[in-house]
């Protein structure tokens, strides 16, 4: 009979296997080539989004100093680049994020959709997990590690982008907008002269807050259905179904039959966003319609959707027999 030498691993770092399994999990879902192809599709429209500033910006210091004529009006350009810039909301508020980020969404529903299979779904069907789980780890372990690979991949293409463009449109205005709205720290006096100090513009606090709350949720969710389904073909139709034929479904309702606006709620992506601009300090005015459900009860029904997916899998990781 074979022996094999027991693996044993301290008390103080287990922790640390969490980051191997995420970047094994990370580099199995990068070597498809398509997913090289999508996360280019989506920095397509960070690119957007990046120059489309710059080039507004660009255009407005150009013609700071000249007027041109709209039929018997004479009028600065430079304010009708200004109302462009609000219209497209390239004016780094925060609609700008909330748009680059609903944007995103498509790109990252279908990305997270494809690895889904490869992230976990495959450790189901060839036996995988139950050799993790004989070694010195737990099963949350596994699940954070899992869950670690996707929150990578979800922030690589949402809160990263998000965070560049901030620093980008508080290089081309001023300094100050890294300030802006900041709430007041007290001042520092450097002899006779005092400092005001500042805490940072809240829209930095609401960009992370937003990308948390797309990493739990997108990561619980992925999680969940690549445990029940395991493979990418069902992963991807019922991922399909809840984020965009739910969609469907809760505009046809609220907008065309004038139902309740809290059969919204069915649209998982827009609870997202109701409670991300929530974090951003924007209401459900600044939407298209309206007619928005309050971002508590969104906030609720995606709570509710995490707990019955964390119950799920719990179940689902406790029912494997670990080889010993």
């Known amino acids: ?92 508020g925060a609609q700008t994020y909330r748009n680059f980020v609903t944007l995103q969404g498509s790109m990252v529903v279908i990305v997270l959709a494809l690895a889904g299979s490869v992230l976990i779904g495959n450790d189901f069907r060839c036996g995988s997990l139950a050799f993790y789980l004989a070694k010195p780890l737990a099963r949350w372990h596994y699940l ?62 609401g960009i992370v807050g937003y990308g948390a709350l797309l990493t739990v949720c997108l990561s619980i969710m992925l999680l969940a259905t690549s445990c029940w389904l395991r493979k990418t073909v069902p992963l991807i139709m019922v991922w399909t179904t809840v984020f965009f034929f739910f969609r469907l479904v809760a505009v046809a309702l609220v907008d065309g039959l004038q139902y309740d606006a809290r059969w919204r709620l069915l649209d998982l992506w827009n609870d997202m966003t109701l409670v991300g601009g929530t974090c951003l300090g924007l209401g459900s005015e600044s939407f298209r319609s309206s007619r928005q459900p309050a971002a508590a009860e969104a906030l609720v029904v995606l709570s509710m959707v995490c707990v019955a997916c964390l119950i799920y899998l719990s179940r689902q990781i406790r029912a494997v027999e670990v080889v010993g």
């Open 144 to 205: 954070a590690g899992k869950g670690l690979a996707v929150a990578l991949m979800v922030n690589l293409m949402t809160t990263l982008p998000a965070l560049v463009l901030f620093v980008q449109y508080g290089f081309l205005d001023s300094w100050e907008y890294f300030v802006r709205d900041g709430q007041r720290l007290g001042a520092v006096s450097i002899g006779s002269v005092r400092i005001p100090l500042q805490g940072p513009n809240p829209l930095l606090f």
């Open 1 to 92: 009979m074979l022996q094999y030498a027991p693996l044993t691993v301290a008390d103080g770092r287990r922790h640390s296997v969490i980051w191997p399994i995420a970047m094994a999990a990370v580099a199995l879902s990068m070597r498809r080539r398509l997913s090289w192809i999508l996360y280019g599709l989506s920095l397509l429209v960070f690119l957007m989004f990046f120059f489309g500033q710059y080039l507004l910006s660009w255009a407005q210091g150009q013609t700071a100093e000249t007027t041109i004529r709209i039929g018997f009006i004479r009028t600065d350009p430079t304010r009708l680049i200004g109302v462009l810039r609000d219209a497209l909301h390239m004016n780094g």
